[in-house]
């Protein structure tokens, strides 16, 4: 299941399972999101990214939603495998503005993803 | 085809002593962006440069920080006189161009004894 506190929310999943993280994102001026994965000592990796003038955007085994309404972006990772375990953070940017190169991270979903 | 490099990978510092940390962007990517990670948190922007010239460093700290891309040679972000609260995970990005994809590197983490 889910949890947030004090520390990383956390998503524990079984191997073959669905997983769908969560972000709440801060600004409802920004008009573009990026998912990244960071494993254990490594740098964020890009994953999929989405417009906000488009509210699904489909990759090969994952897919992002992205409500505008209730400023609230979704991964969903097919069929999910050990290798996925990682931290999933959520970006976002003003690509119409003059620093749209400036991410602004959440805080991170720990996935863990049981054999 | 080598992707963004950070060296070093881990680096020890007693407290007033300097940090020096060295990204090298992939090649051919003339921006530049440093970002923090406390643990269990987000990345947080600090600075972006261009070669030769710092273009936002809005997220740095005011004293003690500073980062420079110099024409030849990495880019450098310089911690002086660190302190216990400057330990983090320091990582480097790099793109072709402003509004392209960044491309992270492996990070450098700090520790401040």
């Known amino acids: 299941g889910e949890s947030v506190g004090l520390h990383l929310p956390t998503l524990s999943v079984q191997e073959g399972d669905n997983s769908i993280i969560n972000c709440a994102y801060s600004n409802s001026a920004s008009d573009y999101f990026i998912w990244y994965k960071q494993e254990s000592g490594k740098g964020p990796q890009f994953i999929i990214d989405i417009r906000s003038n488009m509210d699904k955007r489909q990759g090969q085994r994952v897919t992002v939603l992205l409500n505008k309404t209730v400023k609230h972006l979704s991964l969903q990772i097919a069929a999910t495998q050990p290798g996925d375990s990682a931290v999933y953070f959520c970006a976002e940017t003003l690509l119409s503005g003059g620093s749209n190169y400036k991410l602004t991270f959440g805080k991170g979903t720990l996935l863990t993803v049981n054999p | 085809n080598a992707g963004v490099m950070q060296n070093p990978r881990h680096l020890v510092r007693r407290r007033g002593q300097e940090a020096r940390l060295r990204c090298s962007p992939v090649?051919?990517?003339?921006?530049v962006y440093w970002y923090r990670q406390l643990p269990e948190e987000g990345l947080k922007f600090m600075v972006y440069l261009q070669k030769e010239n710092i273009i936002d460093e809005s997220g740095m700290p005011k004293e003690r920080f500073s980062a420079e891309f110099p024409k030849e040679g990495p880019s450098i972000l310089r911690i002086q006189q660190v302190v216990r609260g400057d330990s983090a995970a320091y990582f480097c990005a790099s793109s072709p161009d402003r509004k392209d994809e960044q491309y992270f590197g492996p990070g450098t983490r700090l520790t401040v004894t």
């Open positions: 090649k051919g990517h003339s921006h």
